[in-house]
């Protein structure tokens, strides 16, 4: 037996906590089909994301949010995690204005693709919340 | 209030001139979804398309659109923008072997599979002009 | 008449050795859509992919599938490729757990999102061979 | 004779005002080698520029600077413009942390080399600062 | 020994004629350093130029060379063979300003940073020859 | 104070223990220039190749850095990371035909150039051996 299973250290229970300060409830659900090929790898994404989102003086939890969102929609084939991210920063207290401000700003840096492939995943996540 | 509205300057009214001209009436429908949550985002895209597709004297609406093919198919992850230059190469006047070929050729630039994805948005889109 | 048909050249033959080395048959089915529009197109593939995967005195099949899945994650918009070669690694005798922690490797090099949406590429993969 | 001259537009004195709130007196020098031979990329620079960042009422210019240096960070081959942006963003106040934050958080999405190479980067931009 | 020898194939000499077509006696001294260590790369690369480059029934050398520039500088990471690539086009009776335009009109699919270090090649190409 | 200073945890420990295994000594000389302004940054790094290079009951050194090796090729901008892990390679028994071999077969997936130029770092790093 080669794969190790998921381990919940401390840095995996900080990481959940700062999952939960985004997404409250994320770690039970994420990564599902993932997870049973792969325990190792969520182990390591949410230690990680722990270990980044709790410097928060640092950076703020917004702060952090908009940057990952200008990463992600830089990347453009994130759509998923964007989608992810663009809640979370919603749930952290950005406006939809920083939101898609944000994404725009990318057309300069990444082209308009990547930026209108971004906004209409805000677009779709804005919606999915109205409804 | 932050959003701004959408402003059909006089550069906006030549950027519809110049979309006219590759994909008539297309304006009208484009980023539907994006123009509710960033209509600043759809006039930017609007005057800067015009801004290079009426520069005809420097490059022909052909050897745009074949330009513009080559980048998109080298991105991988723009495919909905691809779709729509095929088209928008074929109103303008260029043959589908130009097409296929400017897309097949990026296959030694940027790899295989950009090529071959590339090429079946370009399938799907004549298979749709067949319909 | 510009395109030329495909010409089942010696290398050609040479392709679909190779290619039925790691997933029997395929030649048969590959790239049908693209076939039409692009015959050129997937008799470079082919060829091009024997010149490669003939080579098994500088790198076994098992090796040179391993790199190839990590090119492919890195890449991110080429899942369709990286679902046959996880599919083609199982073929030549690579353990899930290889596939899995290459995939999970290339987070460090190329961000989780990479990584993620090849693992759940995996995961299906996986899946619909137990089905 | 098909390449126009630079026109100094009122769009583009806006972007010049946009570029000096950034770094002073920049337009003056910026992209000399390729002002001559493209001068309309130049002026479609600066108007560009000018009409995001002078947007201030959806975006302060420190939040932009930020999510310009985490997605330049991400696509890794544009280093000459992430050192300009971050001086620009120690210019309009941004802390050095805030910088080093950003493009750190970069290593989860894009993978440590865009964040290593984006943090060598910074690091020459506040050595050069220093001396 | 596993490195097989760069072996001068019918389809090799083919490569070579393509090659002195856009870039003449390129092929002796093109990849010297890879040459060494990877014979079969040049190989594969020689006959791959010549499997695309002589279909000029398909797309002219004009055309290929300006769908080729397209695509190298929407990469970003690949300005040695950009910097070949224009001056190739040249070669071939391209227009600098055709040449210039084709990277200007990356900045809108790719972004600013990859069309204007793909201007500031095109700038050093132009200048060397100048000199 | 916001940035906290390197911690040199058990995963630490670790990390340096697996670093040592493909690049002896290295921790005390790597990222000298970014450890300065940004410690947590090399820490996460130094824990997170701890992580994945000590799970060699997954994936042997070797196989692990030919993937890595597959990877850094495919980005094209990670050229310092490649050259470090060309010569890891070699450190834990890679031959040079293994290495030239994989990042040969990256130009079918993510283009000549990307091969091209991994290819020229692995002969700098060879010929800086040789020296």
Same mark, same amino acid.
């Given at each position: 037996?080669t794969q190790s299973?998921?381990?919940k250290?401390?840095?995996y !229970?900080? #990481?959940v906590l ?6 409250p409830?994320?770690?039970? /659900?994420m990564m ?14 949410? !230690?990680s994301?722990?270990?980044?989102f709790?410097?928060?003086q ?5 702060q952090r949010e908009l940057?990952v969102i200008a ?5 453009g084939?994130a ?10 920063a ?6 939809r204005t920083e939101i /898609? !401000?944000?994404i725009?700003t990318?057309?300069?840096?990444a082209?308009?693709p990547?930026a209108?492939? #971004?906004?209409?995943t805000?677009a779709d996540?804005?919606?999915?919340? !109205?409804e």
């Amino acid at each position: 037996m080669t794969q190790s299973k998921l381990v919940k250290t401390q840095r995996y !229970e900080a #990481g959940v906590l700062a999952l939960n300060k985004v997404s409250p409830g994320i770690e039970e /659900t994420m990564m599902n089909s993932v997870e049973h090929i792969a325990p190792f790898f969520k182990q390591y994404v949410v !230690e990680s994301f722990g270990d980044f989102f709790s410097r928060e003086q640092a950076l703020s939890l917004q702060q952090r949010e908009l940057a990952v969102i200008a990463s992600l929609s830089t990347l453009g084939h994130a759509q998923p995690q964007l989608q992810f991210h663009i809640q979370a920063a919603l749930n952290v207290g950005c406006s939809r204005t920083e939101i /898609t !401000e944000v994404i725009s700003t990318v057309a300069l840096y990444a082209g308009v693709p990547a930026a209108l492939n #971004g906004l209409r995943t805000a677009a779709d996540t804005f919606k999915s919340i !109205e409804e």
